[in-house]
């Protein structure tokens, strides 16, 4: 049985701004959904929880955003071209 699974941008609000982190979405209900961390070094949600690349936690269904960057590629704001 094959889940359908969709990559994701998980939003924080910080001291520092806004933060994405790249998630993989797993499964959803009415108010949350469960993501796979996908940030290589974890990331610190909110509460300082602590979360590890490969770890599975439940986020507030507003934090998850569904971003496409516009040339196509897999991240919204990709670094530019230094030519």
Known sequence: MSRKT???????????????????VIGENATTARVR???????????????????VVQVP???ILDLQAPNGGSHPNPTPDPS
């Open 6 to 24: 969709a990559i994701r941008y998980l939003a924080l609000e910080t001291w520092a701004g806004r933060r994405l982190h790249p998630v993989e």
């Open 61 to 63: 269904k507003y934090a």
């Open 37 to 55: 961390i996908k940030t290589a070094g974890g990331v610190m949600l909110p509460g300082r929880r602590w979360a590890a690349c490969g770890d």
